[in-house]
C-alpha cells in the first residue's frame, strides 16, 4: 500500500514538472525512469529545454510554480540559475534539467542513461 501511494505521488509530481515545462513551452521535454538502474540519486529525470537564457529561466520557475500549485511540494535543492545554461530542480524522487539547447546537446545525458527507458512527451502547442 505505502509504494502504491509513493508511485501515486511520484506521478502526480512528474504530470506537474511535464505541465509546468509545457506553460512556458519547453522544447524536446522527456522522461527517463532511472527506477531499475542501480546506484541512482533518483527515480526519474525529466529534461527538456529552451532557446534563450531568460526561456530557460521561466521554464524553471514555471516547474517551481506549478509543482507548488499542484503537487504541494517545493524542489529540496535548486541550481543554475545564475546564468541559465543549465538549470538543475531536485525534487529527490525526480530531477528536472532545464538546458539551453547547446549545453543539452554537450551533456547528452539521454545518452549517458541510454539503458534506461526513455519516453519522449508530447509538446502542448
Known amino acids: 500500500m505505502r509504494k502504491a501511494k509513493k508511485q501515486a505521488d511520484t506521478e502526480e509530481l512528474l504530470d506537474a514538472i511535464i505541465e509546468g515545462i509545457q506553460r512556458k513551452k519547453g522544447l524536446d521535454i522527456v522522461k527517463i525512469n532511472l527506477s531499475k538502474i542501480n546506484h541512482t540519486e533518483c527515480n526519474y529525470f525529466v529534461i527538456c529545454h529552451g532557446k534563450s537564457n531568460t526561456q530557460v529561466d521561466a521554464i524553471a520557475h514555471s516547474v517551481e510554480d506549478t509543482v507548488h500549485e499542484l503537487a504541494g511540494e517545493k524542489a529540496w535543492h535548486s541550481?543554475?540559475?545564475?546564468?541559465?545554461?543549465?538549470?538543475?530542480?531536485?525534487?529527490?524522487?525526480v530531477m528536472v534539467h532545464v538546458f539551453q539547447k547547446d549545453a543539452r546537446d554537450f551533456y547528452d545525458l539521454e545518452n549517458l542513461w541510454a539503458d534506461a527507458p526513455i519516453e519522449e512527451v508530447e509538446n502542448e502547442n
Do not use: H, P
Request: proline letters at 0%.
Open 79 to 93: 541550481d543554475g540559475y545564475k546564468n541559465s545554461i543549465w538549470v538543475l530542480l531536485d525534487y529527490a524522487d
